[in-house]
């Protein structure tokens, strides 16, 4: 089992909490989407961004200076959003931190597919940008099948823990053979299960965190979480859709 998450806008550095151990896999193709965002024009970027101009100097700098292979931190402690804080990476035991590496994926519209511990550095490239590389469209034009053969290479069961935005660039090309189940996490309300973005992004971190302190390796494990309220609804699940109401 693969577990697929989005990753945060905002980033950090941490070179001190845990050691990097590795470089990501796509980094021949990081490094055509730097020089290809090192080529626009400041304008160009706050366009590409969707950034206020503090963010875009911010950017600007860091574009400048980045390095892909020198001062890195792992991407598991490098994201800051909601859904990381839930994780709790910092708190972990080394078992559950394991257990991430070898089944958590984090999906990167600049890095392509992360392992946990793979080493980044702090960037703003969403996987919905309109960046025109190498005759793509866009950014799910340049990643192509790439990262979905990837994880299909390791797995033929996907838990699909990221948004619309980022599954868009995996789940369309996996082959018949890998199941994809997405979770939703949401209330009813007549008669309809409504889901609240900054609650999903909480149920989120805390499901990967609960996935790897209890080692969770099938699906039908899944059911049983139940944290901040959660309780798995069978009426409004079915194979490739796990719903919990809170």
């Known amino acids: 089992m693969r577990i697929i998450i989005s990753p945060a806008k905002k980033m950090r550095e941490d070179r001190d909490s845990l050691p990097v151990q590795g470089l990501p896999a796509y980094l021949q193709q990081t490094r055509r989407l730097l020089h290809t965002m090192r080529q626009m024009s400041e304008g160009e970027l706050q366009a590409l961004w969707k950034c206020n101009d503090q963010i875009t100097r911010l950017n600007l700098l860091r574009l ?9 931190t792992p991407a598991l402690l490098s994201y800051e959003g909601i859904q990381y804080q839930y994780m709790g990476p910092r708190v972990l035991e080394q078992g559950a931190l394991d257990y ?11 890095y392509g597919l992360l392992r946990p511990m793979d080493g980044v550095t702090p960037y703003r490239l969403e996987m919905g940008a309109k960046l025109s590389v190498d005759g793509g469209r866009d950014l799910y034009g340049f990643w192509g099948s790439q990262l979905a053969e990837t994880l299909a290479g390791e797995t033929d069961v996907v838990l699909n823990l990221a948004s619309k935005e980022y599954s868009r660039a995996v ?16 209330e009813e309300q007549g008669g309809k299960v409504v889901e609240k973005g900054t609650m999903c992004k909480m149920a989120r971190g805390e499901m990967v965190r609960w ?36």
């Open 100 to 110: 991430l590496q070898q089944h958590l994926r984090i999906l990167s519209g600049f």
């Open 171 to 186: 789940q369309p090309h996996l082959p018949k053979g890998v199941h994809f189940v997405s979770c939703t996490f949401g």
């Open 64 to 72: 400048a200076d980045m390095d892909l292979e020198r001062a890195l």
């Open 211 to 246: 996935l790897a302190e209890n080692r969770i390796q099938s699906l039908r494990q899944i059911a049983q979480f139940d944290g901040l309220g959660y309780q798995f609804s069978k009426a409004h699940s079915d194979e490739n859709q796990y719903t919990f109401i809170r």
